[in-house]
């Protein structure tokens, strides 16, 4: 009974709900502009929003296990500095999400609370809240807890790489059209951590305490703010997401040697606090690669006078039988060439329960592929394709 109150008190944390609305108008945002762009959704489901509580709780669950058995413990004054500066970042960066320079500032606003540079520590234990000054154990804790979130961001660029395969239309400076895929999510974990003293006891009764030798602890559910939000202009998206996975999992290895070299070591929480900023500068420094590593691509996802371009695939359609990939494009349908979406789907027509296609790919082969569609809808096919420009 005791557990399921510290759940419900989880669900009455402002971070959780900012995020979850975050993550429906993201998804919300989402559907309507595929259906404005291209007269259908690409992915109708609100994902982002499945994702936000499916994944958060699983993640939880497995993050909460590791903290107990590793005892990690943090400051109550630091939960609440960092869950403000989460709230204060999702609600004022509404493009821009990388949770892990905002857990960095949280613990460089914790330690503005050391005694020797303010009287705030003195001010808040008089009114019972115990702050913990800064000690090496607890950025030591801190940094396995940012190895946790890039790892889970990681885990997910992984588990979800298709979900930033929707398109999004700009013009360049000529007035051509091009395309940009951005992968976007976000979750709130919920990871089980001590809190050191009575203090949360003496409001709530019921909060469970326990001791380990001579000091008192307390269990509370941190949400913690996981998530990014990645684009990409000449690389095939799903290669990019699995590139930057990969990237995400070195600096969550980096984080925990961090760690554990400075247990061993015992150094200062100055030191400590270097290392954190080195790691979330690593971050910074992967997702520069990432750009960098885009921008140097020859290939465009642009509009093109020689057939048509795939820039988007409807899954469980007959379009994932067809073995095509964003950016090939279709010279001829139904061995009628087509130069614009309304041509492909008037040669469509001509077969309305098979369509055979001829494509060169982004590897600039030809291939020859075919199957059957739905009798009578073969606009269900599942090919997003530029929409024909109005004259």
Known sequence: MQLLKIFELFLLQPLLWVGLIRSYLTARRRVQYERRQFHSAINPQLTEVRHFLLDGLLFGIVTTAISLVLGLVVAPVWVVIYELLAVISLVVLPTMLIPATVFALSWVGYWAFSPQLTDLSGWLEHYGVRTTSMSGGLVVNALILLAALLMMTAILLRWHKRQGNSPELQPDQRGKRLV?????????????????????????????????????????????????SARVYKQLPELAWVRLAKRYGWIALVSIVFALGAHFAALSPQWLLGLMLVVVGLVGLALAQHRYHDARQPFRFSDTEQGVRVIGLRTHTPADRLNLGLGDVILECNRKPVHTESQFYKALLASPTYVHLKVRNVQQELIITETAIYDGAPHELGIVLFTDQED
């Open 180 to 228: 940009r895929y951005r992968w976007q999510q976000l979750l709130v974990v919920p990871v089980g951590v001590l809190i050191p003293g009575d203090w949360l006891h003496a409001s709530l009764s019921w909060w469970p305490v326990f001791t380990i030798g001579e000091q008192t602890f307390s269990v509370l559910l941190l949400p913690l703010l996981v998530g990014l």
